[in-house]
Structure formats: structure tokens, C-alpha cells
């Protein structure tokens, strides 16, 4: 079903603390949604998180957690001290991790909802076989799928172009947030399977996720803008 409230995160993939604060300043109140990755949190850590959240900003901490239940458990509730609203985690990391993932959260940060990542876009065939995995990528998808919202997972994060088929398998409850949007006319840059917000937002998204289209814009806080347009 369409989603009339899908809303834009921006993917904050920049090298350093003064360049996305400077981004962030720029941006102002074009948008509501940040997502801090691998690159900055490993770089600047807990702190960064509440820096770009007392800027008024949802945060999305796309960490991608996999390990042993009590690891990520333990993780899950240190991030509960963080104003984070959606944190990543691995379903191939299994439905015991999953639940025990979930319980921190309910026990710790209700507020902030869980979503399993499938299968990495940049595993194909081959590359699933060389894990000795035989199913190919969207029927893994869909497997990993059914095990992390099985398991207590929130939502999915998926391409544009699971988005159809996991809507028909799961409904409209989870949570699935799309990578891999270009508006029209934008530089595709190394995505190869991509949908515009428009589209994105028809095809079932709650959550758009977009980086270089705004962040390399002449103007970011009009590329932001202009998306929303779109996504209105
Ligand atoms: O710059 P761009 O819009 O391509 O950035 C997309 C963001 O979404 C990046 O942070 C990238 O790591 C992330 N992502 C993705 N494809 C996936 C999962 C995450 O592009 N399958």
C-alpha cells in the first residue's frame, strides 16, 4: 500500500565532525531525519549522536549489530542511554539474537524501534554460494525477513525493489526503510538498482534514505526540500 507519510532521512556520510556539523547547519530545518553510520560513530562516538540530536534531529544508528545474543543484547541497552529512534542490526545474525535484541529495547528504549538488515546489496549470487547459502538473494531476502520481524524486529531496511514483494509477504505494520533513491535527474553514482522518492513511497516505504543527492547538491537544503515535495 502506498505510504502517504513516507519520510527523508539523509545518509550523514562525510568524513569528519566539522563537515557534517557544517552540513547540518546548512540543511537547518529542511529536514528531520539523520542517519549516523559506521564512519562517524566509530570516529566520534556517543557524543556525536546526542550533538546531532540536541540539533533537534530524529537520529537513525545504522550500526548493523551482529554477535552473540548477550552482546548485542548489552549493546542494545547501552544505545537505550542515546536518543537514537532507529538502530540497524543483522538478521542473518539469527532469531536468538534478534530476541534477545528486542528485549533490551522493550526492557530499556521502547521508544526506539529495531530493523534487521537481509541481505547486504552488495552480495549477489555467487557471493551468497561462496557462504555456502544456495538460495538466491531475493528468496534470502525474504527468508531473513520473515525470521527478524518473527523474531521481534520493528522493521527491515531493503532496495527499492524488495519493496513490493516484502509489503505483499509482511503487510503494513513493519517499519522498512529504503537505501538507494535518486530523484529524477540526479547522479545514479555507484546504485545500481534505484527508485525515485515518488516511487519509493508508492511502492510501500516509510523511511527514504539519501545521501549524495543532497550532500553534493550546489544547494542541500533545496535538494532536501525538493524531495519532500516529492514525497508530499
Ligand atoms: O549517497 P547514497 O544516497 O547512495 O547513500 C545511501 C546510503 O544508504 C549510504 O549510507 C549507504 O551506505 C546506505 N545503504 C545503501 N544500500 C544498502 C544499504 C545501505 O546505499 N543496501
Known sequence: ?????????????????????????RLGDSLGWVKIGLQLFTAYGPDFVREVADK????????????????????????????????????????????WANRARNEYAPSMNLLAVTVL??????????????????????????????????????????LAPLRASFGDDPIIVTPGIRPKGSSADEQKRIMTPADAAAAGSDFIVVGRPILKAADPAEAARAIQAELA
Open 56 to 99: 533537534g534531529y530524529h537520529v537513525f544508528l545504522d550500526l548493523k549489530l551482529h554477535d552473540i545474543p548477550n552482546t548485542v543484547a548489552k549493546a542494545v541497552q547501552s544505545i537505550s542511554q542515546l536518543p537514537v529512534d532507529l538502530l540497524t542490526l543483522h538478521g542473518s545474525g539469527g532469531a536468538e539474537m534478534i530476541e
Open 1 to 25: 500500500m502506498p505510504k502517504d507519510n513516507c519520510q527523508l532521512i539523509l545518509a550523514l556520510d562525510l568524513e569528519t565532525r566539522a563537515d557534517a556539523l557544517a552540513m547540518l547547519e
Open 121 to 162: 546489496t552488495s552480495m549477489d549470487a555467487p557471493q551468497l554460494r561462496s557462504l555456502n547459502v544456495n538460495a538466491s538473494p531475493e528468496e534470502q531476502v525474504r527468508h531473513l525477513a520473515k525470521l527478524s520481524l518473527g523474531a521481534g524486529a520493528q522493521g527491515l531496511v531493503c532496495s527499492s525493489l524488495e
